[in-house]
């Protein structure tokens, strides 16, 4: 069974720095491109980015580029998202997503950052 | 990029079908047969519905089908259930490796 746990969430002042993970399991992680999607309360997805499996490659949406980095450690089947310079727009659940293809087959549960003086 | 437009509420009766509008640019749904949708439950992560504008992955009921016709998608429900109650969004490729989400549907069982 496919399981993907998303950690780290807490609250944050602005401006601060956080590291996500998600722990994958079930899979063969190695073989699939990674991707973070975070969801505003009460607010629809937002795609943030992906890895390629092999971390050649990373992407990001605008509106995290230059301030959020993706990384992944295939030896502990884990991805990671380091986040910056963090804003009270920031305030989200993270989740993380494996994706074969050009959709996101399965996700986890999602982890809460909130981020708030 | 914008997000995909999507209408806000979508209702319907046991029993009935209901169809859900997803509509994009030349830059993404029109450009690309790489249209997902998703179901997302209260207090739940999506869940994969449909893949490759009309796809169904193994376990997801023959009851939903996908379309595409120029920059707009669409997601049917036949014999709508009340456990499809749920909010529903669209994804599309968006080129160089970026994706984009729908603006979210909430789909109320009557």
């Known amino acids: 069974e496919v399981q993907l746990v998303e950690s780290g969430g807490v609250v944050v002042p602005p401006g601060e720095s956080l590291k996500l993970s998600c722990a994958a399991s079930?899979?063969?992680?190695?073989?699939?491109?990674m991707h973070w999607v975070r969801q505003a309360p009460g607010k629809g997805l937002e795609w943030l980015s992906l890895i390629t499996w092999n971390s050649v490659a990373t992407f990001y949406a605008d509106s995290v580029k230059g301030r959020f980095t993706i990384s992944r450690d295939n030896n502990k089947n884990s991805l990671f998202l380091h986040m910056t310079t963090l804003r009270t727009e920031d305030t989200a659940f993270y989740y993380c997503a494996k994706s074969f293809d050009y959709y996101f087959d399965d996700w986890g549960q999602g982890t809460l950052v909130t981020v708030s003086s | 990029q914008s997000a995909l437009t999507q209408p806000a509420s979508v209702s319907g009766s046991p029993g009935q079908a209901i169809t859900i509008s997803c509509t994009g640019s030349t830059s993404d749904i029109g450009d690309y047969n790489y249209v997902s949708w998703y179901r997302q439950h209260p207090g739940k992560a999506p869940r994969l519905l449909i893949y490759d504008v009309s796809k169904r992955p193994s376990g997801v009921s023959n009851r939903f089908s996908g379309s595409k016709s120029g920059n707009t998608a669409s997601l049917t429900i036949s014999g709508l259930q009340a456990e499809d109650e749920a909010d529903y969004y669209c994804a599309s490729y968006t080129g160089s490796s970026t994706y984009v989400f729908g603006t979210a549907t909430k789909v109320s069982v009557l």
């Open positions: 079930g899979f063969t992680f190695d073989e699939y491109t």
